[in-house]
Structures are given as structure tokens and as C-alpha cells.
């Protein structure tokens, strides 16, 4: 599945975002979907993931409470809404799908990085 993710822009420490990613192909049906982010010369790592249809999220302690992940299975969508954001949460962002398993075990499909830039 080819994702697409959009929403990644430069805010204020405290402010939110919302991060949205689609598929080009359709359907997110089925899928394991989830976000990671990556800061330059560090390893990639997992932020939220959600089950298909939704019932089960996971997330990573450091946004525990402040980020929440959600699916739209209509629209075929999968949104990070990141609330009370910090300068360390400053991290190229990359939506995630794998039909197997959550993607906080492994991820079959990556789609492009979105820039979130956090400033204090």
C-alpha cells in the first residue's frame, strides 16, 4: 500500500497539530497503521499505533496523554493529533502500515516523512 501523510508544520511549544495519512490505493482496511518519527542521526522511532478497526492504540511514553491516534475507516485516513507539543517532539514524521502485526513489532510499509517543527 502506498501511504501519503500530510499535516507537519513549524508551531510554538504548547500549540497542536494534527497529522493526517491516506493511501493512494483506496483502502486502509485491514492494515495495522501507526506513526514513527526520526530526528536526524538518530534511529527511527514508534510514536502511536492503532489496530484495525480501532479498537486497540499503543504509544510511546513520551506522548502518552498528549498524542492521539485515530482511523477514520470511511475515509480510509489515519490521523496523529499532537497536543501540548514540545521542542523534542521536533522529528521528520512518517506514517506506517503492516497487515500482520502492529507496527510497533515491525512495518511493512512506510509512506513519506512529514516535517514537524517545534520551537520554544
Known amino acids: 500500500v502506498q501511504l501519503q501523510a500530510f499535516g507537519g508544520g513549524s508551531v510554538q511549544a504548547g500549540h497542536s497539530l494534527r497529522l493526517s495519512c491516506a493511501t493512494s490505493?483506496?483502502?486502509?482496511?485491514?492494515?495495522?497503521m501507526g506513526w514513527f518519527r526520526q530526528v536526524q542521526g538518530k534511529e527511527r522511532e514508534f510514536v502511536a499505533g492503532?489496530?484495525?478497526?480501532?479498537?486497540?492504540?499503543e504509544y510511546t511514553n513520551s506522548v502518552r496523554g498528549r498524542f492521539t491516534i485515530s482511523r477514520d475507516n470511511v475515509r480510509h485516513t489515519v490521523d496523529l493529533q499532537m497536543d501540548s507539543l514540545k521542542p523534542d517532539d521536533t522529528a521528520i514524521y512518517y506514517c506506517?502500515?503492516?497487515?500482520?502485526?502492529?507496527?510497533?513489532?515491525?512495518?511493512?510499509?512506510w509512506g513519506q516523512g512529514t516535517l514537524v517543527t517545534v520551537s520554544s
Open positions: 490505493e483506496g483502502t486502509l482496511s485491514y492494515y495495522y
Open positions: 506506517a502500515a503492516n497487515r500482520a502485526a502492529p507496527v510497533s513489532t515491525w512495518v511493512a510499509f
Open positions: 492503532i489496530s484495525w478497526p480501532g479498537t486497540r492504540k
